[in-house]
């Protein structure tokens, strides 16, 4: 009787009952071959799922799981104990059946379903780099070489990669392969051993019903100001642009301009016209995150527009949300500039898992200058790489289009931005006369005092804090300082004064400027980046009040007590006093805010161009996937150090994190209880006694946390650093 290998277990039930690993890994491979035939790579895709198991076959597997299950069977006397490693033999079979390049390319997929992408020299990573493992493997193909030899026999011949597929998009390509292997892997196996949950990945509307309910809400849309009869005027022009081939688009328009609900527009019917998968709209912060999904959500319902990011408030998750949102397989996804660029140069699988799900989607990039210089090249290299490749429409939708000189040229959705932006011309921006003469904070409050409605953004904490302690009472701190449910409230704080016309004098970092959706008659922005400038002003007579009254908004530069921190702000600002040395420089004009970048971006030393060519480019295919994943990082963790405060829920789960140690709830809860520090203000704070170690690894403040302006970290004994937002 020929033996039966199994790849799955169940609790309390016989073997008869367990998942063959045979049927295992056929699922697998279909399913995997169906994923990756959307970017022609469908046989790839068939081979590593075919293999990624094959160690499965292995004497010491089997007798673990007939272990795990309380199963005596004499078979496995004197067989090892513990767990086995069965990735590494798929992937040495693979490199012995179809050599170097083929066979290395499938050894990556096999070798990482689970641990993650690995690098080829053990230089960073030691014995977890495929080199090592490779050795691994073909001691555990050994034993297992009949069944290797069966599995082979199914496997179909691969000579060279798709056409598009050149040593510089090499490591795009893998990754899209072992997001489709790890899906297919985790699907399947959720199928078999957590049929329920499997069920709750279904119910998603078709974007072709979301395009309906988008239509019907529209109708009620209503061009009866000036305003909004521009808005019309953009919406009309998304919409034609829709019909035009996938691609590459920029959609610029004026902040106020009705941006958002213009660009889902053009995405549902570009998605209808070229039968698309989804929608993806990616967003720089996550309080920008949750005001367009709450727009959203309110068009299309909750049910069908599912958040991605670190700080979702957990009330409004769902099952069948939190599934979609590993693998992005929903109509509507919201999400960050972290969670997809980090995503795109990832290695672990639980980060790669939805990167198949991105090809044949529309993509709308919602403030594209906001990606950081230092990682520009490899950003643009994907944004190139997505719509060339893989299917993808990309939209870069903003007020401040940047100068991206090796993106490829997008398609400009509004016929005439220039005339668009001198209609929709509400504010005035009135520079400082002497861009050397910096003001004092005391004067500036004197100043903002006057105002019945004010917002001033600065570009430090410290600013913040400094100017915010010099204002009268009622005024209002907003800076990241304060955690994440502590800003939420204070921002719907101001919308509802603004709303309902009470004074309102908001002092805050640069948080505040890119897409929130607040309305001052009046703002005042210190001297920065002219992008920054545009954008705060994005938050003055946003609705164009003022201007049934003949009047415009005003947006008044200053120039703070001390410049910008050292390094990308500072010369953002430095860049801005360059260009206004020309007189008569209007910002409202989309070529002097390209001008700005083409300048800003040149002053940049490394926008990582060296960095992709190093680690990801150089040596095809010897790439080191967990390496640079580990290095490309939007936000620096190495500097941060979050800490959890106490402030209105926190309370319960940071007792419930004392109690128990971190589960996926309390970790989710207290996400949005957190404020980062950096690593040197962390220490001295350490050394203070103002953090306590509620776990390890996780800090709890236990210093004073001010109801108005956040963790009082200016009060302590020394001189914190000077943070921006």
Known sequence: MEKKYYAHSLEGRAPDEWQPLCTHSENVAAMAERFASDFSSGDWAWNAGLLHDLGKAAIEFQAYLARQNGLDDAEYDGVGRGRVNHSSAGAAFA????????GLTLAFLAAGHHAGLPDW??????????RIRLKEGELNLHPIRTKAEEVGKKLRGLTKPPGFVKPDNFHLWVRMLFSAIVDADYLDTE??????????RKGFSTLMELKNAFDQHMETFKP?????????????????????PPGLFSLTVPTGGGKTLSAMAFALDHAHTYDKNRIIYVIPYTSIVEQTAETLAGIFGSANVVEHHSNIEPEKETQRSRVASENWDAPIVVTTNVQLFESMFGAKSRRTRKLHHIVNSVIILDEAQLIPPQWLDPCVDIMNQLTRNYGVTMVLATATQPALEHLDQPREIIGNPLNLYEQLIRTQVNMPSDLNRPCTWVDLATELRTYDQVLCVVNTRRDCYELFKLMPEGAIHLSALMCGQHR??????????????LPVSVISTQLVEAGVDIDFPVVYRALAGLDSIIQAGGRCNREGKLNKEDKLGQVNVFVPPKPAPRGLLLKGENTTREMYASPDLDPNCPEVVTSYFRCFYSKVN???????KDRLTKDVPYVHFRTAAHEFRFI????????????RESGRWLEE??????????MRRLQRYAVNLSKSDFLKAKANGLVEDIWQGLWLWIGPYDPTSGLALFDAAWSPEDLVI
């Open 488 to 501: 939420s409230e204070v921002i719907q704080e101001i919308k509802r004064r603004l709303h309902d016309n």
């Open 95 to 102: 490199v012995q059946k179809f050599g170097e390049f083929v």
């Open 657 to 666: 994190l004392r109690r128990i140690g971190p589960t996926r709830e309390n």
């Open 636 to 647: 620096d963790d190495q500097a941060q150090q979050p800490v959890f405060v106490q402030f």
């Open 606 to 612: 490394d926008t990582g161009e060296k960095w992709l």
């Open 224 to 244: 009866d100001t000036p305003i909004n009869e521009i808005r019309s005027q953009i919406l009309a022009e998304c919409r034609m642009a829709a019909a035009k």
């Open 191 to 200: 199928a078999f051993m957590q049929p329920e949950q499997a069920e709750k």
């Open 121 to 130: 020299f053990e230089t960073d990573t030691g014995n977890a780099a495929l």
